[in-house]
């Protein structure tokens, strides 16, 4: 007896997801902690920081408070409220000790970290500060600063003077990054559309920058790259990665946001990545809601995710394991990379303890060796995988038969498509329409349809007859049930309604149609026209 197959739909174009990359897993692993509430503020987050030390406290500006969280616990450790206006920016000192933070009335204030004593104010903005960065080397007596004032300055924090006026932007100085190389380079922006790279060792810097670059938006964030060679820069909607070393060469334009990029900051991904362990990546937020990792060694996005509010603010550890983000609405997303413990389950990064990132290998204990007294003896060997020069010989997989396969199998042609039609999957009831048609049944099926079940069939026809996966055999398929079945169908009201219902939407469908065409008319000259500018 020959063997009997289940009917299979054909393949068709289809838009299932893609498997997701080890880079995603290893994004996606940021979690909130089950005991860690979302902590939201009245006022817009509008900048975070890291502390560059263990356990990597943060801080966020909020209104006219900075408040502290525990890198360890994420959990709320103090807040500054010493602000007569709005705190704007903040920053951690190179050894974590300090944290300096500027306010809309153009002051710049020197807290203690962890007693939270105000240590010094620095006076000289005559606008608001929206630029505090402390260098990234071992400098622990000056800082820089930027303000709507388009001033951009350099200060002895010992003495509370201001040691440099850097001057030449012409608007608003909001963003800037020291360079991870020297402790006297730095990079402003503002909203000018101009990024300025200063030099203190030049002698004529108050005149002028040594380097200008021109983003062609306002810019809202410069973070220096890693190696100190590269800059990267948000404006508008695009993040732009410029070469310093190369004379300031535009490398780079990444322009996946819908709307205006307003912070940047560096990650780093973890190990689980493969070859891309311990490569760095850029982090974007955007007014879109959407937070993106850009992989600029390779210039692609590799993640992207989406926020239920406009993001101001990004922050990550540098222990790579506190994701921090601010939202125009005042919530604060924080994620914590989970880890591996015993057993191999996963469980939240350790709020109460300090395990690491590998699995914690339990000691084996001695084993008896197996005799015929134990039920394992002659089960062994059952799970145990091929080699490399076995030879495997898998069992064949039952065949499961759904209903309408077994009227198949009987040559219950009839009940076979009236089985399909009552199905939830219009593939296989397409299937099995195309089966019928091979043996050359489909049509003496139709005619043995009563009314009720004909209806199913017009039913099902005018459904699906304007997808385009199933257009070209339905569409025949309604031409042959109304010419063969055209008296039944003018004697009955519902079958005429699914017949003026199947034109309706085939009309609708040819004027959709017409419109692309013209639509296509009327762009194609214009990619002429552009491709020759090229």
Request: glycine residues 8%; positive net charge; charged residues 25%.
């Amino acid at each position: 007896m020959a063997e009997t197959y289940a009917v299979k739909p054909k393949l068709r174009p289809s838009f299932s997801p893609t498997a997701p990359s080890p880079e995603s897993k290893y994004w996606k692993s940021f979690k909130t902690p089950k005991d860690i509430h979302t902590n939201s503020f009245t006022f817009p987050l509008t900048s975070l920081s890291f502390s560059p030390v263990a356990p990597h406290d943060f801080a966020a500006a909020h209104s006219a408070s900075i408040s502290i969280f525990s890198g360890k616990t994420l959990d709320l450790k103090s807040s500054i409220t010493a602000f007569s206006d709005a705190a704007a920016s903040t920053s951690f000192r190179c050894d974590g000790k300090l944290l300096a933070a500027g306010d809309l009335t153009g002051t710049i204030h020197v807290f203690e970290a962890k007693s939270r004593s105000h240590l010094r104010r620095l006076k000289g903005h005559a606008a608001g500060t929206r630029l505090v960065c402390y260098p990234h080397v071992a400098d622990k007596f000056h800082l820089f600063s930027g303000g709507d004032d388009s001033v951009v300055k350099y200060w002895d924090v010992t003495t509370e003077k201001c040691i440099s006026e850097l001057l030449g932007h012409k608007d608003y100085v909001r963003c800037g990054d020291a360079s991870p190389a020297s402790d006297q380079l730095f990079a402003s922006g503002s909203y000018d559309h101009r990024i300025r790279l200063w030099d203190l060792r030049a002698s004529n810097t108050a005149a002028g920058s040594v380097m200008e670059l021109s983003h062609e938006k306002p810019v809202e964030s410069v973070i220096y790259l890693p190696s100190g060679g590269l800059l990267a820069t948000a404006g508008g909607n695009s993040v732009k990665i410029w070469d310093v070393i190369g004379g300031g060469k535009l490398l780079y334009s990444m322009e996946s946001h819908n709307k205006t990029v307003t912070a940047l900051c560096m990650g780093k991904v973890g190990k689980e990545c493969g070859e891309a362990a311990g490569e760095y990546r850029i982090l974007s937020v955007s007014l879109d809601g959407y937070m993106k990792v850009f992989d600029y060694a390779k210039f692609k996005i590799t993640y992207s995710m989406r926020f239920p509010e406009p993001l101001l603010s990004v922050g990550f550890s540098a222990d790579c394991r506190t994701r921090v983000i601010g939202s125009s609405k005042g919530t604060l997303y924080v994620g914590r990379r989970r880890k591996v413990a015993r057993g191999g389950e996963e469980e939240e990064e350790g709020i109460g303890g300090d395990m690491g990132w590998e699995a914690v290998v339990e000691e084996e204990q001695p084993r008896r060796p197996l005799g015929p007294s134990y039920f394992r003896y002659f089960s062994r060997g059952q799970n145990q995988k091929p080699g490399e020069g076995d030879y495997l010989i898998r069992r064949p997989k039952k065949v499961r038969f759904s209903e309408h396969d077994k009227l198949l199998k009987k040559f219950r042609h009839k009940e076979a498509l009236v089985a399909a039609l009552e199905g939830k999957n219009p593939e296989s009831a397409v299937a099995v329409m195309e089966e019928l048609v091979a043996r050359k049944k489909l049509l003496k099926c139709v005619l043995n349809l009563d009314r009720e079940e004909l209806g199913a069939l017009l039913g099902f026809v005018q459904r699906y007859a304007t997808m385009a996966r199933y257009a070209g055999f339905l569409v025949r398929v309604a031409k042959k049930v109304v010419e063969v079945r055209a008296e039944d169908i003018r004697c009955c009201g519902e079958l005429r309604g699914h017949i003026r219902n199947l034109k309706r939407d085939a009309e609708e469908e040819m004027r959709v149609q017409q419109s692309l065409v013209e639509l296509q008319g009327l762009i194609s000259p214009m990619q002429r026209i552009a491709a020759g500018f090229r």
